[in-house]
């Protein structure tokens, strides 16, 4: 295979700011970055922006078979030729993950991975968060900013505490896997990054997902007020919260993800 950079020069791939692309190019990164998920050889991979397909090309060393999923235009024919390397094993969709019904893309549960502009991934992971349980994908791999991995992976009581903690712990477990500088990508963007890996967990009996985001949304909307001020619109939630014993002096990043699982089952 030809090395990346050339690849990137032949196909003219200079980084776009609009399409939120920042390029990895070390291979021995991107190895590590696809052993995340653990032993991918022979499963389904649903890579959403591979761009030139640093990553693309790891998952595909590791033994998967990857339908992969790219807004920008210019990258389909470089994906296209990597493709020609591992036949059978690469299928490339041109469009707006947004937008793509991913399920009905597999077979099976495929392991999800993805390198994404921040926005993109964060509306991703908070759909892919809220589908049927159990999920449709395996694992979730994701590169963030480490400031919005810490905000998945955040305990209570923690400044990054909130709803899309809430989100993430109530029925998967999400980590940190593995930090990455700034310095790994081209062109290197402000911040520091991380990949979150998220297993999905038995989602806890009679809660209603939309129950408990309505709680989260009520508490953190106000999370430096007490409970009793911010959850007063919530129809019977401090009734709930008396009868749980949970104090309403309390502030929204005090009430652990059990917490806020057993009051929404009472409103549920
Ligand atoms: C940060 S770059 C990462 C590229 C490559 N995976 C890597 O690690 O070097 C993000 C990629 O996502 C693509 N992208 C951005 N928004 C997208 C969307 N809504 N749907 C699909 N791909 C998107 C960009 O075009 C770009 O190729």
Redesign the pocket.
């Given at each position: 295979m030809p090395p990346l950079r050339e690849v990137i020069r032949r196909h003219g791939l200079s980084?776009?700011k609009a399409?939120?692309?920042?390029?990895?190019?070390d291979h021995q990164l991107?190895a590590r970055?696809a052993r995340v998920p653990g032993d991918i050889a022979g499963a389904e991979v649903f890579?959403?922006?591979?761009?030139?397909?640093?990553?693309?090309r790891a998952l595909l060393e590791a033994g998967a078979s990857v339908t992969a999923?790219?807004?920008?235009r210019r990258?389909i024919p470089a994906l296209a030729e990597l493709g020609d390397f591992f036949p059978g094993k690469l299928a490339v969709i041109e469009?707006?993950?947004?937008?793509?019904d991913a399920p009905a893309l597999f077979q099976g549960k495929p392991h999800v991975v993805?390198?994404?502009?921040y926005n993109?991934g964060t509306a991703?992971l908070i759909g892919w968060l809220s589908t049927a349980w159990e999920p449709w994908w395996a694992s979730l791999t994701l590169?963030f900013q480490k400031e919005v991995a810490e905000r998945i992976v955040a305990p209570v009581g923690s400044e990054s505490y909130g709803r899309l903690a809430v989100l993430a712990q109530w029925r998967s477990t999400p980590r940190i896997a593995m930090t990455v500088h700034r310095s790994a990508?081209t062109p290197p963007p402000k911040v520091m990054s991380a990949v979150v890996h998220i297993v999905s967990a038995a989602a806890p009996d009679g809660v209603r997902l939309a129950v408990l985001e309505g709680l989260t949304g009520a508490a953190f909307g106000q999370r430096r007020k007490m409970l009793r001020q911010s959850l007063k619109g919530v129809p019977g939630a401090l009734t709930a919260m008396e009868q749980l014993g949970i104090e309403s002096s309390r502030r929204a990043e005090t009430v652990s993800v059990a917490e806020y699982v057993a009051l929404a089952r009472a409103l549920s």
């Open positions: 980084a776009s399409l939120g692309q920042n390029f990895l190019f991107l970055i890579e959403v922006g591979p761009g030139p397909g640093g990553l693309t999923v790219e807004r920008d990258c469009g707006d993950a947004l937008e793509v993805a390198n994404l502009p993109v991703l590169m990508f």
